[in-house]
């Protein structure tokens, strides 16, 4: 059995490789990267490993030769990613893989995003689940990695400000999601099967800041305000307008409910209970 693994030098696909080689040899896991000092660091340590890109589809052919699943990390929103995923799926059917999967978002409602990014990753699941290949589909929650972004590195100082309300998200470490990824590829492939890996709790944003204050025995607050004052307060900050409103968006499907289901598929992949908020926090936060 071969696995290739694309995005292998990102957080999540380092994730999913250092389990996956806990388990079967190197060979077995081909990689592709864009990046030929990271292919070659790759191939050193006995991977099978290629160089290329979404959008070169060539390269996509080659690393797929031999092939039985495809693991299909989604793409950066600085392209074309609807193209770049479907240009995945149809390597995967022109090189006869037994099955593909796909890490997609744990959201409530498709049909009421404010992120219209995440509308990315439901239009990839139905080209998948039409492509006639095998499949699983990994509904990921919002990594809690992503928490000090969030935060900011004042927050002992300033605090929490956010446009979240006091809407709830069910965190898990990446790391964990990585890890369970890995699990279901090996034990039980493409059964065209959906996962919600989501953390054991949802948190507001709120939990984050007393949690915060409990750990460093510094008092951090929340502050909610709305998306009118947090979109200032970000383009003072510097921020592009642009991104400013990627996290505006992300804080309303936060406020509507949208990140805040909770699952057991994660700790039943793991066989044991993810990390709480204040353990994952300890870790992120060193302390």
């Given amino acids: 059995m071969r696995i290739l693994v694309t995005g292998a030098t990102g957080a999540l696909g380092s994730a999913v490789i250092e389990t996956l080689s806990k388990r ?5 896991i081909a990689v592709l990267t864009r990046n030929e000092e990271k292919r070659l660091s790759f191939q050193e340590r006995g991977f099978p490993a290629f160089l290329g890109d979404f959008d070169d589809t060539t390269s996509l052919d080659k ?3 031999g092939v039985d699943t495809v693991l299909l990390i989604s793409a950066g929103d600085e392209g074309d990613r609807i193209k770049q995923h479907l240009n995945v799926v149809d390597a995967a059917k ?3 893989v037994s099955g593909i999967a796909y890490t997609s978002r744990s959201m409530r409602d498709q049909d009421k995003l404010s992120n219209t990014l995440m509308a990315d990753h439901f239009a990839t699941e139905k080209y998948i689940k039409e492509s006639g290949l095998r499949y699983t589909i990994f509904r990921n929650a919002l ?11 004042q927050v002992f100082e300033s605090g929490i400000i956010q446009s979240a309300g006091m809407g709830k998200v069910a965190f898990a470490l990446r790391k964990e999601m990585g890890e369970a990824i890995a699990n279901v590829i090996l034990d039980e492939g493409c059964e065209n099967k959906t996962y919600k890996f989501t953390g054991r709790e949802a948190y507001t944003f709120d939990d984050i800041a007393h949690v915060l204050t409990d750990l460093s025995g510094k008092e951090v607050n929340y502050t909610p305000v709305g998306s ?3 979109e200032s307060i970000l383009i003072k900050k510097g921020i592009p307008v642009a991104m400013a409103r990627k996290i505006i968006d992300f804080n309303a499907d936060i406020r509507n409910g949208q990140e805040s289901e909770v699952t057991a598929d994660l700790a039943r992949t793991l066989g044991r209970s993810p990390a709480s908020l204040k353990e994952g926090l300890k870790v992120l936060f060193g302390l």
Avoid at 24 to 28: G, L
């Fill in 228 to 230: 009118s004052a947090f």
């Fill in 94 to 96: 022109r090189a006869g």
């Fill in 63 to 65: 690393a797929m030769k």
């Fill in 24 to 28: 079967v040899p190197a060979s077995s």
């Fill in 143 to 153: 990594y809690m990695d992503v928490i000090p972004l969030f935060v900011g590195n």
